[in-house]
């Protein structure tokens, strides 16, 4: 009656990877703990167990819980053109709530590869349950990086969106059927949802057809020091994701 899926990431095991913290104690990223040639194996052990974890209590939508991921938002990010990694800037981001040191946007956006076709694949192999893909919404991307290219936050959504759409065909083309946008952003920022977030975010899987879309919208994670979003801005935004031309909505 109810198909059962996992929202957000698996905490990666420790023997895997340690966290990496930045002068103002946000976890930024993971630090792992294995040279490249053996990071690959070892990442695909931890999806392979997670996979099992899931199957084993009854999940219908199985995913890789982003156990590659270094940064839910930040993996996706390198596989596109302009995201410099190596000279970050602090940033006052999540509607100021927090601080830490994000990339930089250095010039025109644009998708670098198809990575994460080989994740699908690889997850899909491990189970015979519908397949699950999780991609950072642009919204949520714009609000974790320092932009030093673009003069407006449109001009760089509809960018990042034609980006992210040559990675949602590649997906829908390999067989993946359902695909989740992060996009806790939506819940930070009603206005600029409506003026250009929602438009952005549709343009992501614009003539996509026979696959099922989710986007996934949170006030913020329980941590100490780190205020959520206003929780009238679900009232908000409501109107709008009730047009909204997706299939799920996750809160």
């Not at 991609?135 to 990042?160: C, H």
């Not at 696959?211 to 959520?228: D, L, N, S």
Request: proline share 4%.
């Amino acid at each position: 009656m109810l198909t059962t899926t996992v929202i957000g990431s698996r905490p990666k095991p420790d023997s895997l990877s340690s966290r990496n913290h930045d002068t103002s104690g946000w976890t930024v990223d993971r630090h792992w703990e294995f040279r490249p040639e053996e990071l690959k194996a070892k990442q695909g052990e931890a999806i392979e167990w997670a996979a099992r974890q899931q199957e084993a209590i009854g999940v219908d939508v199985v995913s890789d819980e982003e156990q590659r991921c270094d940064n839910y938002v930040y993996y996706f990010c390198g596989g596109l053109d302009r995201f410099d990694f190596d000279n970050r800037a602090v940033v006052d981001k999540r509607s100021e709530a927090w601080s830490w040191n994000a990339p930089g946007i250095t010039g025109s956006v644009a998708s670098a590869g198809v990575f994460l076709v080989d994740d699908f694949r690889f997850t899909q192999n491990l189970t015979d349950r519908q397949i699950k893909v999780t991609i950072p919404g642009l919204m949520t991307i714009i609000d974790s990086v320092k932009n030093e290219y673009y003069r407006d936050e449109s001009s760089l959504a509809m960018d990042l969106a034609a980006a992210i759409l040559k990675g949602v065909r590649a997906l829908v083309e390999a067989g993946c059927q359902i695909i989740q946008f992060d996009e806790p952003a939506l819940a930070r920022y009603p206005k600029k949802m409506i003026v250009y977030g929602i438009r952005a975010l549709e343009a992501c899987f614009d003539g996509i057809v026979g696959v099922t879309t989710a986007v996934h919208i949170c006030r913020g994670a329980p941590v100490e020091g780190y205020a959520k979003a206003n929780i009238d801005n679900y009232t908000r935004i409501a109107p709008t994701l009730a047009i909204f031309k997706i299939d799920q909505v996750s809160i």
